[in-house]
Structure formats: structure tokens, C-alpha cells
């Protein structure tokens, strides 16, 4: 059964740095589809970036300042945030797509950035 653990989350200043990391288990990792999404007080969850075998895609509010990487040795997606801004505050989760189109989500983890 694939698990996904985030870490790294915290509070920053607003222009301040942090990365995420979401460890997961099970199988098929590299030829899953990874994702970050993120969801904020009252508002939907939306997807910030994601990351295929070969490319990368990313929100329009987030591109040039996050980047989302993934280690296939390590199962672990990573997302570099840089720049930060008040409004990116949120929890952020991490998903997978199975090569079955099997959706897993990790519990979250909260990133607050302040002004």
C-alpha cells in the first residue's frame, strides 16, 4: 500500500525560503505522476505544481518562484519555494498518481507565511 509522509513545512517570513519533501512507499514510484497541492483557509485545494517521468507543470501563482524535483532512488518529490508570499500560506499536500490512475494523498503540512 503506498504511504506519502510531508515534511518541511513551517513558518517564514514573507521572501524567505522553504523546501517540502513527501517520502513515499510502495511501488511503481518513478512512472507515478507526483503533485503538490495546497489548500487554504475556506478555499478550495489546488494543485501547485506536479511532475511527471519528464516534465514539470506549475501554477500560474507560483511559476519562477517554486520548483518541484523528484529523487526515484529516494521516492521522494521535492518543492523548493522561494520568494515566499503571504498568500501562498496554506497546508500543502502531496498526491501521487498510480500508473492504474490511483490517487494517494499524505496528511498535509502547514506553511505559514507572514508579512
Known amino acids: 500500500q503506498v504511504q506519502l509522509v510531508e515534511s518541511g513545512g513551517g513558518l517564514v517570513q514573507a521572501g524567505g525560503s522553504l523546501r517540502l519533501s513527501c517520502a513515499a512507499s510502495g511501488s511503481n514510484f518513478a512512472i507515478s505522476i507526483m503533485g503538490w497541492y495546497r489548500q487554504a483557509p475556506g478555499k478550495e485545494r489546488v494543485l501547485v505544481a506536479s511532475?511527471?517521468?519528464?516534465?514539470?507543470d506549475y501554477a500560474d501563482s507560483v511559476k519562477g518562484r517554486f520548483t518541484i524535483s523528484r529523487d526515484n532512488a529516494k521516492k521522494t518529490v521535492y518543492l523548493q519555494m522561494n520568494s515566499l508570499k503571504p498568500e501562498d500560506t496554506a497546508v500543502y499536500y502531496c498526491n501521487r498518481r498510480g500508473p492504474l490512475g490511483t490517487l494517494t494523498w499524505g496528511q498535509g503540512t502547514q506553511v505559514t507565511v507572514s508579512s
Open positions: 511532475i511527471t517521468s519528464g516534465s514539470t
